[in-house]
């Protein structure tokens, strides 16, 4: 039998430096919180460029470099690449000092 363990998201740890920038210390990430973090960032910061529009995701990749190092500082940085009148096409990339950990793509329908 398999054991498993709930997912945390220490969503309330990001201190967010502009509309497109945040940080937190890393405590025992794995990959896939790191890419929630980053996939959260990421919404925010579109959800910010809408002016009320509500960005709802329907394709989220993720290519991982590295893992966290725990006690350690992560950035989160995000940016749009693209925007039509239904569509938001954004990424964004976590390091952690000069190594890079993952990157996001994510595109989302206005809605």
Same mark, same amino acid.
């Given at each position: 039998?398999?054991?498993? @363990?709930?997912?945390? !998201?220490? +969503?309330?740890? $990001?201190?967010?430096? #502009?509309?497109? %920038? /945040?940080? =937190?210390? =890393? /405590?025992?990430?794995?990959? +896939? &919180?790191?890419? =929630? !973090? !980053? &996939?959260?960032?990421?919404? @925010?910061? @579109? ?5 009320? #529009?509500?960005?709802? =995701? ?9 893992? /966290? +190092?725990?006690?350690?500082?992560? %950035? ?7 925007? @039509?009148? *239904? ?5 964004? +990339? /976590? *390091? &952690?000092?000069?190594?890079? $950990? !993952?990157?996001? *793509? ?6």
């Amino acid at each position: 039998m398999t054991h498993h @363990t709930d997912l945390i !998201l220490p +969503i309330s740890q $990001l201190q967010f430096d #502009g509309d497109n %920038t /945040a940080r =937190a210390t =890393a /405590a025992n990430w794995d990959v +896939i &919180q790191t890419g =929630a !973090l !980053l &996939q959260h960032v990421i919404r @925010t910061h @579109t959800s910010r460029e809408l002016d009320g #529009g509500k960005p709802l =995701a329907v394709s989220v990749t993720f290519d991982v470099s590295d893992p /966290a +190092i725990d006690g350690d500082e992560v %950035t989160f940085e995000s940016r749009i690449d693209r925007r @039509t009148r *239904t569509l938001v096409f954004a990424s964004g +990339i /976590a *390091t &952690q000092g000069a190594r890079h $950990l !993952l990157k996001a *793509t994510v595109v989302f329908r206005i809605g």
